[in-house]
């Protein structure tokens, strides 16, 4: 085989093996996004119910202080009962009414706490549902993707194995000019000869359109002059046999 033949197989196997690949990159792709998704809203729900916790924690604190109170409340109470004087009396009537103010105060405290643990758990609930719609998709995503997997898994295998078979074929500068190109132009790393004009000598790369010299078309002819790339794009070009047929001089 010469030289462009075994790039023109490497070439084919590799524009397979693209086509493959972007199939499995394309599911992965799909479900990593879901998996972000996913994570984004698990997050607002563990800052939801840490928020929660927060405020139960509060109603907690709350709830003893109001036992302490109360506990005021009613030795103030049995002070009262057993003053022996007016002025006695009067003084520990105020200091009640202090601590009655107090545990009111609280009271309301604990109920603005309560109010916020509605609200959030108002959220809670949207956000559960989000989660579980979520996980869903994301479970679809991932069976599609084990099943591309499965379905081109063996078959990228003896791909990448024909490739590498293919590119043993080739010598090393030559191989890392396609190499080079196919990363550069996503896999097209050749291009034909398209004839534009044969009397003006005229001819383009196939896939850049853009003029290429007649001594790079001379040089094709010649089927062991090496690598011959698009002044342009770069790509390795490629003479079509008819072509080189109907220019060869008869
Ligand atoms: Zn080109």
């Known amino acids: 085989m010469t030289l462009m033949e075994r790039l023109t197989s490497l070439y084919r196997v590799d524009q397979q093996l693209r086509g493959l690949q972007t199939r499995l990159d394309s599911a992965q792709r799909y479900f990593s996004g879901q998996q972000k998704q ?8 563990e800052e939801l119910r840490t928020r929660r916790r927060h405020h139960q924690a509060r109603i907690g604190n709350f709830e003893t202080e109001g ?13 009262l009962n057993s ?16 601590v009655k103010e107090a545990r009111k105060k609280i009271d309301d405290d604990i ?37 591309r997997r499965e379905e081109i898994g063996s078959r990228l295998e003896e791909l990448q194995l024909e490739r590498e078979t293919a590119a043993s074929d080739i010598p ?21 000869v398209e004839e534009v004009n044969r009397r003006h000598r005229e001819y383009a790369c196939s896939e850049c359109n853009m003029h290429l010299p007649f001594e790079r078309i001379v040089s094709l002819m010649d089927r062991n002059s090496g690598l011959v790339r698009c002044s342009a794009c770069g790509r390795i070009l490629l003479m079509q046999e008819e072509l080189r047929g109907e220019l060869t001089p008869k």
């Open 38 to 45: 996913l994570d984004v809203v698990r997050e607002r729900l």
């Open 67 to 79: 036992a302490t109170i109360d506990q005021q409340v009613e030795k103030f109470r049995n002070d």
């Open 83 to 98: 003053a022996t004087t007016n002025k006695q009396y009067t003084a520990v009537l105020s200091e009640l009414d202090t």
């Open 111 to 147: 109920v603005e706490e309560m109010e916020a643990i509605e609200r959030i758990e108002e959220e809670l609930g949207t956000v559960e549902g989000q989660e579980a719609e979520r996980r869903k998709v994301l479970k679809v995503a991932e069976d599609q993707l084990t099943e």
């Open 172 to 192: 090393a500068s030559e191989l890392a000019v396609f190499d080079e190109m196919a990363n550069v132009h996503d896999g097209e790393a050749m291009a034909t």
